[in-house]
């Protein structure tokens, strides 16, 4: 029998751990829908999930899951030296290291990305809102950027093939 390749590892791998930290597939769909919705009065949730798929199929977008996973779960855990540890842990304001990893993300698919990220950053609808409770003693200081940015890459995907469409008209 054939051994998995390193990227089948590498896919496998993040979604699993985007599903061990409570974020389903269909959690980001939501938000690709949150934001696009206003924009194309046909959008079906189906065009969002397949958005959705197609970002985390990319290579850079699993490692930057695994890498925000990690320190997230590595600072749940108190494992990382301080002040590292404190300022992962609370989520430090002034800490934009978590931004800079979700903007990887963003980057792969333009600039309306990094508008959509900024908004969806802001309102944090849906499983964001989750993510964001530091009341549940989880660590999501990385793991709420990444799937915003997952959302944000996604519409902008879902954005650039809705006008490449409609140019073809």
């Given amino acids: ?15 699993r751990w985007l599903k061990e930290r409570g974020v389903e597939i269909q959690d980001i769909a939501d938000l690709v829908y949150y934001l696009q919705q206003k ?15 197609r970002v985390l199929s990319k290579r850079e977008v699993q490692n930057a899951i695994l890498t925000g996973i990690q320190l997230d779960m590595l600072a749940e855990k108190g494992m990382l030296e301080e002040p590292l540890q ?3 842990k609370v989520d430090e304001s002034l800490y934009g290291v978590d931004e800079i990893l979700a903007f990887s993300i963003v980057n792969v698919y333009g600039s309306i990305g990094f508008t959509n990220y900024g908004y969806i950053d802001k309102q944090k609808p849906g499983i964001l809102k989750r993510l964001n409770d530091k009341s549940t003693g989880e660590c ?24 490449a469409e409609a140019e073809e008209e």
Avoid: P, Q, W
């Fill in 86 to 88: 404190s300022i992962i």
């Fill in 1 to 15: 029998m054939a051994s998995k390749k390193k990227s089948d590892i590498t896919e496998e791998t993040a979604l």
């Fill in 140 to 163: 999501h200081t990385f793991l709420d950027d990444i799937v915003g940015a997952i959302a944000a890459a996604a519409s902008s995907r879902l954005a650039h093939r809705v006008a």
């Fill in 39 to 53: 924009y194309h009065k046909n959008l079906k949730i189906d065009d969002c999930l397949a958005n959705v798929e």
